[in-house]
């Protein structure tokens, strides 16, 4: 199967750095799997998982929350706010994401930002969920 | 002429210091090495976000509709100065240089009749820059109780800095910090962030993106966290700096110290012996006056 060169970096370091079969993206708009050779596209990330396959049936989990994912002829980049891959992660960490994120829509009267909160909360009760917690 | 005593009394002290200064030394250099992998660490990511940002930019056309992150305000009437310092002192020239830099910048500014407003981060910066600049600091930004820098600080002042300019605060902000370039040069460097510079050259102009939601929505999203990198960036590199400096100076004083005990050991000694000399020749005058 094609590889391409995939590459995900949070501010603190660079989690992945490599050439891979497929990534499933969390994107904003619906998850994508980029293949090699996609389009060139930019997307924003929502919270969720993006599994990494470097071979076939065969996956890697890493919690990213929010960023961007460029998909260029080069390969794919993901700037990632925040990653954890799911070895490091673990139930505290989610529960209390949770509840920042709900003392966050608490704590505001805007509809916009209690709109995003809200949001967060869902992905992350979704991320939980999916790994059985 | 000082006593022996006093020559004594004096070479334990300058040993005393010599500990001192050669123990800063050593944890400075312990702290310099992983504030330099925190610092290249995060270079991958700011590079990357750079790239990404002047492939968004170049395929937009400044516009009525373009976030003012990017475009500015349309004036340059307020300037934020952003100084990035220590929070400790002694080592060396680290948060003059910068305050110096800082302040030359705001002078000029202020000559030309715009008007200035400083956010400090980190109290040595705050204490050069308030005896001149009391009116125009707006912030001070302490980070003594952080530990281990994260993105979060980055975060926390990249916050403040957009609300106040979503409140129309200011239409320019520079950040001061030092680059590290080594443990003997740091460079004390002004970058424009508001309205963000975008690095062009870097460009793929051949690839035909695609937007996913649209190009202006991406933008306005990865604008503010390009403010955020960038600061994070400035305090590592900040760190980074701060304790090279402070390892050179330190090595400095520490061989300083060692130059001045082997002064002040010669002295004593040479003193000891005249006293010695003295007291033989006064025997054997004595002696010989008998």
């Known amino acids: ?133 | 002429m000082p006593s022996l005593k006093d020559l004594r009394n004096r070479i334990a002290s300058v040993k005393a210091t010599q500990k001192i200064t050669k123990a800063m030394q050593m944890v400075a250099a312990a702290k310099l090495r992983r504030a330099q992998s925190a610092a290249e660490a995060a270079r991958p990511y700011a590079e990357r976000m750079a790239v990404v940002l002047g492939n968004i930019a170049s395929g937009v056309t400044v516009g009525p509709e373009t976030p003012r992150l990017l475009a500015g305000t349309g004036s340059d009437q307020v300037h934020l100065l952003i100084v990035c310092t220590a929070e400790r002192g002694l080592c060396g020239a680290f948060n003059s240089s910068i305050a110096r830099l800082a302040r030359d910048h705001a002078n000029r500014l202020m000559a030309e009749g715009k008007t200035v407003k400083i956010i400090c981060v980190g109290k040595k910066g705050y204490d050069i820059l308030r005896r001149q600049f009391a009116q125009q600091i707006i912030e001070l930004i302490d980070l003594r109780s952080v530990r281990q820098l994260g993105f979060e600080q980055g975060d926390m002042i990249a916050q403040k800095v957009l609300a106040l300019f979503e409140a129309g605060e200011f239409d320019v902000a520079t950040l001061f910090y030092s680059r590290f370039r080594s443990v003997i040069a740091q460079i004390p460097t002004a970058q424009q962030i508001v309205p963000a510079q975008i690095e062009s050259g870097a460009v793929a102009a051949d690839a035909v993106y695609d937007y996913e939601p649209d190009e202006g929505e991406i933008l306005t999203t990865l604008l503010p966290r390009n403010l955020t990198v960038q600061i994070f960036r400035a305090l590592l590199e900040n760190a980074a700096s701060e304790q090279g400096a402070r390892m050179s100076a330190m090595d400095n004083a520490t061989r300083n110290a060692g130059e001045m005990i082997k002064k002040q050991t010669m002295t004593y000694n040479r003193s000891r012996q005249a006293m010695i000399t003295k007291e033989l020749i006064e025997i054997i005058s004595g002696a010989e006056a008998l």
């Open chain 1, 1 to 133: 199967m094609a590889t391409f060169t995939f590459e995900l970096v949070s501010p603190e370091r660079t989690l992945y750095s490599g050439a891979v079969d497929a990534v499933i993206l969390p994107a904003t708009e619906g998850d994508m799997t980029v293949l090699a050779g996609h389009a060139p596209t930019m997307t924003t990330l929502k919270i969720g998982f993006l599994v990494v396959t470097n071979t076939p049936g065969n996956g890697r989990r890493i919690l990213v929350r929010g960023g961007f994912a460029d998909i260029s002829p080069n390969g794919l980049t993901v700037l990632a706010e925040r990653a954890l891959p799911e070895e490091e992660l673990t139930q505290e960490i989610l529960d209390h994401e949770i509840l920042q994120a709900e003392m966050h829509y608490d704590a505001t009267t805007d509809v916009t930002i209690k709109h995003a909160a809200e949001a967060t909360v869902a992905q992350l009760r979704e991320a939980k969920a999916a790994l059985n917690f």
